[in-house]
C-alpha cells in the first residue's frame, strides 16, 4: 500500500537512551573535536553575517585582566561580517573617581543620584573607559593574520537624552533616560563596516549631559536599530533556578514570571531580565545573558546551538511540530548514521518526500534534532517508526517527550493500538509499555510486508 512504504518498520532508539541499551555496531572515526566544531558553526557564521548584534557589558569587565581576550573575540565577531553595537558601563571607575574625591554617593532603585560632582566623574570615567576599548579594538587580533588590521570605531553624540527628574519626591538631578536613538547615523556607520561604541552618556537638545544606565543605552539602541541579537555580559553565575543550576532557556512569558514571582534576584540580574522582556516585547527575538567570566563565553553563546548562558526568545527556540517538505534534508542528516549502523531501514530521498506527511520532528533553532513518523496500519492501529535523535541531544527526554506526543497524536485520530518493530533496541520500548507480540498480531495488510530476512521484533502498546 502507497501510504504504508516499504517496510517502515525501524525505530532508533538507541539515539534516545542510557548507558543499559545495548552496544552499536562500529563506527567510522570520527574527526577532531576543532574540525566537527568549525563544521558546526559554519551555518552561524552564514546566518550571522550582516546581522546587527548589541553587545553590553559592564565596567568590570573593563577592570579584568582578561579584557583583552574579549576585545579579541569582539573583533572577530567584526571580521566575520557581523554588524556590532557595543554599550559599556562605567560603574566601578565612578564609584573610584567619587571615593577619591571624597563625594557621597546616593543610589534609590538602583539608580544613581547625579549630582554636579558625579557627573563630573561620570564623564571622567565614561571617557577613559571609551578611549581604553578604542585603544584594545585598533590593535586587531594581537599573534594572529589578522594583527594590525584596521578596525574603525564610531561613537558620538547619536544618544538623545532627557532628564528622569523627581520621582517619588526623589530628585534625580543629572540622572537621566533614554529619550531616542539617532538611528540613521549609527546605521550608516554599520554600513561602513564600523564598530559602534556607546558610552552611558546622554546629551539634550539643550546642550545638557545625563548619565544613563548601560541598560537603557543597549536596550534603546538594539529596538532603534531592530537589532537581531542582544548579548548582556553578566558578571555573575547567571540565571539559575531552585537548584542552583543554569537555566538554558527562557520564552517570553517565563521570563515574565520569574521578574514577577516573589524570588529573589541579584540587583544585575534583575536589571538584565527587565531588560530582555522589553527587548522581546519589542521584536528583538533573541536575548542572550552570558556569563562574562568564562573565557569565549560569547563564541561559545554564538557559535554553539546550546550556548553557555541563558537565552530569552521572543518566539519558539524548540518546539515539536508536523514535518514539511522543506524538512526532508534536516531528517536526512539525522537519520543516516542510523541506517548506516543497521537501526533504521534506509529511506531515500524520493521515499521520503512522499511520506513526509507522516513525519513529526523536534525543531531547534533551525535544526531537526528528533524525528518519528506514524503510518496508520488501519481504521484502530498505527506503526510507530523512524524514531530517532541527535547525538548531541541523547538522554535528555526528548525521546520520551516525542513518543508522548505522537501517542496522543494518535488517540486524537482514534487510535487504539500502537506497533513498533525494532531489531537491536527492544528493552527502550518495553520500559515505555510496549508488550512483544507475534507478527501475526499485525493487521493483515501490514503483516503481508513484514520482512523476515530483517526478523524484527514486533511490539504494541494499548493506548487509553
Given amino acids: ?40 558553526s559554519a551555518p552561524y557564521i552564514n546566518a550571522f553575517r550582516g546581522r546587527t548584534f548589541v553587545v553590553m ?115 534625580y538631578q543629572h540622572t537621566g533616560e533614554v529619550r531616542r536613538i539617532d538611528s540613521e547615523a549609527l546605521c550608516a556607520q554599520l554600513d561602513q563596516g564600523s564598530v559602534v561604541l556607546l558610552s552611558p552618556i546622554g546629551y539634550s537638545p539643550t546642550g545638557e549631559v545625563f548619565n544613563l544606565s548601560a541598560e537603557d543605552v543597549a536596550s534603546s539602541a538594539a529596538i532603534a536599530l531592530r537589532a537581531d541579537k542582544v548579548l548582556y555580559l553578566v558578571e555573575g553565575p547567571g540565571l539559575r533556578d531552585s537548584r542552583k543550576r543554569l537555566t538554558r532557556e527562557l520564552s517570553l512569558a517565563e521570563a515574565e514570571q520569574v521578574l514577577a514571582s516573589r524570588r529573589k534576584l541579584p540587583e544585575e540580574m534583575q536589571r538584565v531580565l527587565g531588560s530582555a522582556v522589553n527587548l522581546c516585547r519589542h ?119 516525542l513518543l508522548q506526543y505522537l501517542e496522543q497524536s494518535a488517540v486524537d485520530t482514534g487510535i487504539r493500538r500502537l506497533f513498533v518493530l525494532s531489531t537491536q533496541t527492544s528493552h527502550w520500548f518495553r520500559e515505555r509499555g510496549f508488550a512483544p507480540a507475534a507478527p501475526k498480531a499485525l493487521p493483515a495488510r501490514r503483516q503481508a510486508m513484514y520482512n523476515y530476512r530483517r526478523n524484527s521484533k514486533v511490539f504494541v502498546k494499548a493506548l487509553d
Avoid at 517496510?7 to 566537527?36: D, H, I
Avoid at 557589558?57 to 554588524?83: C, K, M
Avoid at 557627573?119 to 571622567?124: S, Y
Avoid at 590593535?139 to 564610531?154: F, K
Wanted: proline content about 6%; charged content about 25%.
Fill in 283 to 401: 521584536e528583538v527575538k533573541r536575548v542572550h545573558l552570558v556569563p562574562r567570566h568564562v573565557d569565549g563565553a560569547l563564541l561559545q553563546e554564538l557559535f554553539t546551538r546550546d550556548g553557555i548562558g541563558t537565552l530569552i526568545s521572543a518566539d519558539r527556540y524548540e518546539g515539536t511540530r508536523r514535518a514539511s517538505i522543506d524538512d526532508v534534508a534536516g531528517i536526512l542528516e539525522l537519520i543516516a548514521p542510523l541506517e548506516a549502523a543497521g537501526l533504521l531501514v534506509r529511506r531515500s530521498r524520493e521515499r521520503l518526500e512522499m511520506e513526509i506527511e507522516r513525519f513529526t520532528v523536534v525543531e531547534r533553532d533551525g535544526m531537526i534534532i528528533a524525528c518519528a513518523a506514524l503510518y496508520p496500519l488501519d481504521d484502530t492501529a498505527a506503526e510507530l517508526a523512524c524514531l530517532a535523535v541527535h547525538p548531541d541531544y541523547r538522554d535528555q527526554g526528548r525521546g520520551d517527550a
Fill in 57 to 171: 557589558f559592564g565596567g568590570e569587565a573593563v577592570q579584568d585582566a582578561q579584557f583583552a581576550g574579549l576585545i579579541h573575540d569582539l573583533a572577530l565577531l567584526n571580521s566575520l561580517g557581523i554588524r556590532l553595537v557595543l554599550v559599556h558601563g562605567a560603574r566601578p571607575q565612578i564609584e573610584s573617581r567619587l571615593k577619591t574625591r571624597g563625594a557621597d554617593m546616593h543610589y534609590v532603585n538602583g539608580l544613581r543620584i547625579t549630582d554636579d560632582e558625579a557627573l563630573a566623574c561620570v564623564k571622567e570615567a565614561a571617557g577613559s573607559v571609551r578611549v581604553e576599548i578604542e585603544a584594545l579594538l585598533s590593535m586587531g587580533l594581537a599573534n594572529s593574520p589578522m594583527a594590525g588590521a584596521c578596525i574603525r570605531i564610531a561613537s558620538g553624540n547619536a544618544v538623545i537624552a532627557r532628564p528622569l527628574g523627581v520621582h517619588e519626591g526623589v530628585d
Fill in 1 to 40: 500500500m502507497a501510504h504504508f512504504g516499504a517496510q517502515p518498520e525501524g525505530t532508533g532508539p538507541l539515539a534516545l537512551t542510557g548507558p543499559s541499551m545495548p552496544s552499536t555496531p562500529a563506527t567510522p572515526p570520527q574527526p577532531p573535536a576543532f574540525v566537527r566544531w568549525f563544521r558546526d
